[in-house]
Structures are given as structure tokens and as C-alpha cells.
């Protein structure tokens, strides 16, 4: 009887001593609406410039009225920069990201930055890109025919060739990117598999700057590698990022077409390096060491070409799985955190 009691007591035990684990619920999928507008030079007629001054917002509410349907996680960034634009589109969880600007010669900000260049770096997992600003069509197929126009073969790009209205512009936008993300293969969760996850070899840099007026991205090759803000006279900010192993040595630093832009005070003073190399990086100068450049500035490397040390298996893009968060590893995309 005794034993009996045992066998009972026990089985009781191990049925109900701990509830059964539940799974976290799956990451969802993410929509981005990017704005960057400037209406400070318009005429003050009639109230034109208090009607425009909540644009922006009247913009936000259409683009999340227009989700209120779907499962998507939706995100609005006004007075989007480049930096802005760079961290969604590299964003694995954005399935589709809609950048509504000002387009002629090339993208621009509100303050007329060029950033037609971040659109080279988009993770592949993304399936829309909608550009609403006018004749930036052309501008789109350049990027395709240059081969400079990231994402995968899976991307659809919206965009338009003629002056654009914003209100229609978006509306029109909105509802092409919809026709393809309620897709049930695209909007049932985040599910990377296959190539999107996949592991490659990296190596750590790391790039101190000390003061600058412009905002500088960082380019090995094609790729584009890391992004710094304005910075004022004497103020000091370092950064590390990863780099692909196999990529040219050489480094680009590019601060824009603006006239302000284009000169080395708008650099400021850059000091790269990796642990991975013993030689380093010199920018192109003048004998009295003045960068020598137009909006963009070379660091060229010297000393061996060998890494010295083992380049660092990680995942190319960071991978979150539907039970748990986004891994805390490095990345690719590293630089692009807390801008």
C-alpha cells in the first residue's frame, strides 16, 4: 500500500509540477512610412503654410488606416534622413518600406541631401519599396540598369514618373504594395530560411571621427559599411562595424553633392582600423595633409594584405526565429543600430 502511495504521490508530481512552457508569439512583419518634406519655402497664402505644417500627419493617419486590416506592425519616421532610411531598409523585419520625398536629379531629404545611394543596401527579405516623389522613376531605373539597386529578385519597386501629388501619390502606392504583402506566403509571419540566413565571414572595424558638419557613409566597394551623424568642432564619436571578408580594401567616404558638403571641413577627421590588418588606412591628401576631395574622400591601405587574424563566422543578416526575439549577435547591419 505504501508503495502504491509512492508511485501515486510521484505521478502527481510529475504532471502538474510545472506548466507546460509557452511559446512566445510570432515576430510580426513590418511596414515603414518614411517622410521627408519641407514646406518652410512656400508662400504664406490664404494659410498654406499652417495647412502644411500638420502635412505629414495627415499622411501618417492614410497609411495607418490603410493597415488597420492587416497583421503588419506599422512604423512612421518623419523628417527622414538618410540614416533613417539606411537603418529600414536593412531592417530584416521590413517586408516593405514607402519613402515619400522630393525627387529631381536625385532622392532627396528636406534638407536636399542627396540619399539616392542607401538604396544599394536592402535586405533581401524585403518585397516592397514604394518611392513617392516626382519622376523619381527614372531615377529608380538607373539604379536597376547600374546595378545599384539592392533587395532580391523578389522586390517590387513602386514609383512614378511624373509630378506627384503626396495624398495620391501614397494612396496609389499603398494600395500596389498591398496587392502583393497580403500575400498569405508573405504576411503569415517572419519565416527566414535558406539564403537569408545565411553565415558568412566577417571582420571587425572600427572608425573614430572627430568633428564634421555633414553626415558621412562609409563604402568598401559597393557596400555600403557604416554611417556617421554631424558632428560639432571637437566632438569625438567611434563606431565599429563588420565587413564581409573579400571585399576591396579601399574606403570611400562620401558627405554628399551639397556645396557645404563637398569640402574636407565637412569630413572632419577620420581614423579607421581593424584588428583584422597590421597596415592602415591614409585618405588621399595634399603634402600639408589636406583630404583631397569633392564629396567624397578615398582612404587608401597600406601594408600586408593578409588578415592577421580569423575572420568571424556570422549570420549575413540577423535572423529572428518566430518562438524568440532577434538574436543580441553582431551583424552586417550593426552600424545602423541607434543612429
Known sequence: MRGLMIAIYCAITITYAAPPVQAAPPLR??????????????????????????????????????????????????????FELARELANPRNVAVIFLGHAGDGIVD???????????????????LGVVGCKAQAIIE????????GGSSELLVHSFSKPVDAGVGLKETLARGLEILRSPGIASGFRPSGPLCARREFFPFEVTRTGGSAPVSIWLG???????????????????????????LKIRVQTGERPDARTHEALGVLELSSAAYDGEWRVFAKPDGTPI??????????????????????????CPSLAHAPEKAPSKWAAFQGI
Open 293 to 318: 576631395g569633392a564629396g567624397e574622400f578615398v582612404y587608401r591601405y597600406s601594408g600586408p594584405r593578409e588578415p592577421v587574424a580569423k575572420p568571424v563566422l556570422l549570420p549575413e543578416f540577423q
Open 110 to 128: 528636406h534638407a536636399g541631401r542627396d540619399i539616392t545611394s542607401v538604396l544599394a543596401n536592402i535586405h533581401p527579405g524585403m518585397r516592397f
Open 29 to 82: 512583419q513590418r511596414i515603414v512610412f518614411l517622410t521627408s518634406l519641407d514646406f518652410s519655402a512656400l508662400p504664406d497664402w490664404g494659410g498654406l503654410v499652417e495647412y502644411y505644417s500638420t502635412y505629414p500627419q495627415k499622411l501618417e493617419r492614410v497609411f495607418r488606416r490603410s493597415l488597420e486590416p492587416y497583421v503588419y506592425e506599422s512604423a512612421v519616421v518623419h523628417r527622414a534622413t538618410r
Open 142 to 149: 538607373r539604379l536597376r540598369v547600374d546595378g545599384a539597386l
Open 222 to 248: 559597393k557596400a555600403l559599411v557604416a554611417t556617421l551623424p554631424a558632428l560639432a568642432p571637437g566632438v569625438e564619436r567611434a563606431r565599429s562595424f563588420w565587413v564581409p571578408a573579400g571585399l576591396d
